[in-house]
Every structure is written in structure tokens, then in C-alpha cells.
């Protein structure tokens, strides 16, 4: 397994709900400033923890919980989809999600640009499935040493993150570095 990739073997961490005060959605909501966004992509979705927490703080239509971990897609499928058929599980792979262009209000990763191997082709993905007018947001780990996370030498630092978005055609780019362990960056397309 890549020592940067997350373990899906310990998928139960990405339910803790202390996970949401880390990243509160409504915090990230209040940075976005979207109004009825209809559909939501997740790159990197795990077990679908946040995609339920942003599908009811936006009260958008549906989202599409992608995930290269056949493990996480199995356990949105069985755990996830029968009580929330707004969230679709996709299978997607490291740098291409099969979804059409335009179709998102609203691509998201949490935790998950400190995994990639190679940021702007996703970075070029997000912005292919964003409609005109729409926007990414993406929150990690701070690159600092603290207890939780991965290790600080894996971690991106949020300038480069935000030099990544801006070549990658987005604007409005804006960080965030208020919350204690993860920074936030929102662009638009």
C-alpha cells in the first residue's frame, strides 16, 4: 500500500463525528456563499461522511461520492445508498472520474491533496465537471506536527495548493487558515 494513500482497512476513523467539528460544514458553507446548488461531486469520499454532512448543509439535489477504494464504494453501498439514494457511490480512478463535463455546482476533497500523486491532472478534472460559474473547495491537513493526520513530510502546504487551483484555470481563489488542523481553499470556475 502507498504510504500516502489512505488504508481502507481503517475506514471506521473517517465516521468519527469529531471529524466535523476538524471541518464543520457549516463553516466551509459560510466560505462557498452558494445558493441551491443541484449537484455536489466528492472526489476521495471514503465512507461518505461528508457527503451526507454537505448534501443536507447545502440542500442540494444529489452528490456523487467518488472513491478509487473498491472497500469504501462496497461500504457506501451497503451503509450509505439504502437510506440516502441522493448519494451516489462512483467508481472512480486516481486521475479521472467518469462523470460528464459541467455537471457539478460544486466539487469538493477533504483530506485527500496530500494523497495525489498528480494534483493538477485532478485539479483538471474538477474544473472539466464544474459548470460554468461553479465552484471547488478543498480542505487538508495544515503542514505542521500534530497528533492526528498523516506525517507533516506528505502534507502540502496551502500556497502550493492554491498556485495548483489558480494554473488549473480557477479564480477567486481564496485560503482560509482559521481552523485548527486543516486549511480551506475555495476557487470558482
Known amino acids: 500500500m502507498n504510504e500516502?494513500?489512505?488504508?481502507?482497512?481503517?475506514l471506521q476513523k473517517l465516521n468519527h463525528p469529531e471529524r466535523l467539528k476538524d471541518i464543520p460544514p457549516d463553516y466551509i458553507c459560510g466560505k462557498l456563499h452558494m445558493e441551491n446548488p443541484e449537484v455536489l461531486v466528492e472526489i476521495g469520499a471514503g465512507t461518505a461522511f461528508f457527503s451526507k454532512a454537505f448534501l443536507a448543509e447545502?440542500?442540494?439535489?444529489?452528490?456523487?461520492?467518488?472513491?478509487?477504494?473498491e472497500a469504501m464504494l462496497n461500504w457506501m453501498k451497503d451503509?450509505?445508498?439504502?437510506?440516502?439514494?441522493?448519494?451516489?457511490p462512483v467508481r472512480s480512478e486516481e486521475n479521472a472520474v467518469p462523470l460528464d463535463d459541467e455537471i457539478a455546482d460544486l466539487v469538493f476533497m477533504i483530506n485527500l491533496h496530500?494523497?495525489?500523486?498528480?494534483?493538477?491532472?485532478?485539479?483538471a478534472e474538477s474544473y472539466r465537471m464544474i459548470?460554468?460559474?461553479?465552484?471547488?473547495?478543498?480542505?487538508?491537513?495544515?503542514?505542521?506536527?500534530?497528533?492526528?493526520g498523516p506525517p507533516p513530510e506528505i502534507r502540502c502546504s496551502p500556497e502550493e495548493v492554491r498556485e495548483q487551483v489558480i494554473k488549473a484555470g480557477f479564480h477567486n481563489v481564496h485560503l482560509?487558515?482559521?481552523?485548527?488542523?486543516?486549511?480551506l481553499l475555495v476557487g470558482q470556475k
Open 176 to 183: 482560509y487558515n482559521e481552523l485548527q488542523k486543516h486549511f
Open 114 to 123: 496530500h494523497e495525489l500523486d498528480s494534483p493538477s491532472v485532478i485539479l
Open 131 to 148: 459548470k460554468p460559474g461553479g465552484k471547488i473547495f478543498i480542505a487538508d491537513w495544515k503542514k505542521e506536527d500534530m497528533p492526528q
Open 79 to 88: 451503509n450509505i445508498s439504502p437510506g440516502h439514494p441522493d448519494i451516489i
Open 58 to 69: 447545502l440542500k442540494a439535489g444529489k452528490i456523487y461520492a467518488c472513491d478509487v477504494s
Open 4 to 10: 500516502k494513500k489512505f488504508d481502507p482497512k481503517k
